[in-house]
Each structure stands twice: as structure tokens, then as C-alpha cells.
T-cell receptor, first 117, second 114 residues
Framework: GAVVSQHPSRVICKSGTSVKIECRSL??????MFWYRQFPKQSLMLMATSNEGSKATYEQGVEKDKFLINHASLTLSTLTVTSAHPEDSSFYIC????FGTGDEKLFFGSGTQLSVL | AQKVTQAQTEISVVEKEDVTLDCVYETRDTTYYLFWYKQPPSGELVFLIR??????QNEISGRYSWNFQKSTSSFNFTITASQVVDSAVYFCALSVEYGNKLVFGAGTILRVKS
């Protein structure tokens, strides 16, 4: 069945490096992908919305130059955290709706725990 | 703008107790969707239920039940005969267009002790 596969599940990196997180839709076409961030013991906050073939829409306060989102195909959206710093350490999770089935569903990836040293 | 309030930050119960998690929402839209998700320690979000604004029927699924009351803008979640495996963070969420972004509440940590 339909699933959103998110990788990596956990990444530890040094400050200043860039990290790419991938979300792939399996068995359905994800024309839209939502990217959320969750700080420890806090809620999930929407960072940006990506649509296949167009520029992502960022929520207020999210730096688009720091969090690069690419949605080049109907099955793949990526989030790149550029020049990561310790304050970027967070849990990142993607979500994609599946349309056209008569019972639209919203699928979440399994999340990526980013730790920046 | 939409808002979801989960006033209970943390709840601790003993196994087999019933527990209700509260959710109050705000929206000016007449059509909206309400969700409950479970987030175990592993982090993934487990979908529990979706309810649209035109369906006020309460729902029961095994030990889980949901009470949707538009008059009080509430969508509460009850676990009957709680089990240790129910321990997790539970999020209530709102969307004003199906397939669109979700606004999440702050979450309620549920600890079920044996």
C-alpha cells in the first residue's frame, strides 16, 4: 500500500555541514509534500510546503536559504539543511496526501532525528 | 487562523484505568477535519482517526473512542482500560482542507504504569 519512506532516520553531523533528508512516496504520486519540524518535547510545526515542479512555500520565520527544499519528481521531495548548527538539531518529518482514491489519506514519513554537534 | 489546544501536558494513569485526552480547536471555517495521532518513543506518527466537521457521530474503535462536540469545539479521545503500550505522546490536529497542512496541538504525554 501507499507509504512515505523517509531517510535517514537519524543523522549526526558536525556544525557547518549540510544534511539532506529524502522523502519518497511509494505506490502513489505525491504532488505535495509537507515538511514539519519538532523540537524536543514540543509539537510539530509546519516548515514548508513543496509542490512538484515549483518552488516551495515557506512558513513565516523559516529561512528558505537554510532549508532548501526540492520536489523535482512526483515521488521524491528532499530537504537540505545547509550549514547546520546545533540549534537546527530537531526531528524532521514529511507528510504527503494521496488524492484521487475517493478516500484521501495523509501519509507521514517515519521522521529524521538530526543532531548537530 | 486555526488553533488546537491540548491543555493536558502530561497524564499518568495505572494500567486498566480509563483516560480521556482533551482537545479544543478554533477555526472560522465551516468545513474542517480533525485528527488524532499517536507518537511512540520511536518518533513516527501513527494515525488514529480523522473526522470531518459534518460528522458529529462519536466513534469507537476497540478500546479507543472519540467524542466530537461542535458546540464546544472539542474532539476528545478516551482510552478504555489503558495498557502500558498506550504510553506515548498523543497529538490532536486540525486541517481546513483535506490533504492540506495540519495544525497540531502541543501534545499530551500519556504514561501508563503497570
Amino acid at each position: 500500500g501507499a507509504v512515505v519512506s523517509q531517510h535517514p532516520s537519524r543523522v549526526i553531523c558536525k556544525s557547518g555541514t549540510s544534511v539532506k533528508i529524502e522523502c519518497r512516496s511509494l505506490d502513489f504520486q505525491a504532488t505535495t509534500m509537507f515538511w514539519y519540524r519538532q523540537f524536543p518535547k514540543q509539537s510539530l510545526m509546519l516548515m514548508a510546503t513543496s509542490n512538484e515542479g515549483s518552488k516551495a512555500t515557506y512558513e513565516q520565520g523559516v529561512e528558505k536559504d537554510k532549508f532548501l527544499i526540492n520536489h523535482a519528481s512526483l515521488t521524491l521531495s528532499t530537504l537540505t539543511v545547509t550549514s547546520a548548527h546545533p540549534e537546527d538539531s530537531s526531528f524532521y518529518i514529511c507528510s504527503a496526501p494521496e488524492f484521487g482514491t475517493g478516500d484521501e489519506k495523509l501519509f507521514f514519513g517515519s521522521g529524521t532525528q538530526l543532531s548537530v554537534l | 487562523a486555526q488553533k488546537v489546544t491540548q491543555a493536558q501536558t502530561e497524564i499518568s494513569v495505572v494500567e486498566k484505568e480509563d483516560v480521556t485526552l482533551d482537545c479544543v480547536y478554533e477555526t472560522r471555517d465551516t468545513t474542517y477535519y480533525l485528527f488524532w495521532y499517536k507518537q511512540p518513543p520511536s518518533g513516527e506518527l501513527v494515525f488514529l482517526i480523522r473526522r470531518n466537521s459534518f460528522d458529529e457521530q462519536n466513534e469507537i474503535s476497540g478500546r479507543y473512542s472519540w467524542n466530537f462536540q461542535k458546540s464546544t469545539s472539542s474532539f476528545n479521545f478516551t482510552i478504555t482500560a489503558s495498557q502500558v503500550v498506550d504510553s506515548a505522546v498523543y497529538f490532536c490536529a486540525l486541517s481546513v482542507e483535506y490533504g492540506n497542512k495540519l495544525v497540531f496541538g502541543a501534545g499530551t504525554i500519556l504514561r501508563v504504569k503497570s
